[in-house]
């Protein structure tokens, strides 16, 4: 644990996580395997995982990148502006 603290420690201060950097520019996340992995383990289990499943629901709705999210917004504003939608 200490070792890990201490690559950490002597990470610059402009670095950030890859999935950060993936959000930031609309580009599909890996949430899947990492919180979202954690997260269905901890459910089936019936394990506590509130960071990873906090981390998890904020991000599954970018999970497919950005421009994914807008289409289903603008896919869905379409629709419910339709009669009878």
Do not use: I
């Not at 499943?53 to 599954?60: C, I, W």
């Amino acid at each position: 644990m200490n070792e890990q603290v201490t690559k950490l420690a002597l990470m610059p201060p402009q670095f950030r996580a890859s999935t950060s950097k993936d959000l930031e520019r609309g580009k599909p996340l890996e949430l899947g395997w990492l919180s979202g992995r954690v997260h269905a383990l901890g459910q089936s289990l019936r394990v506590a995982t509130p960071a990873h499943s906090t981390v998890y629901r904020a991000l599954v709705l970018y999970r497919d990148g950005l421009a994914q999210r807008l289409a289903a917004n603008a896919a869905g504003a379409v629709g419910a502006s339709r009669p009878g939608s």
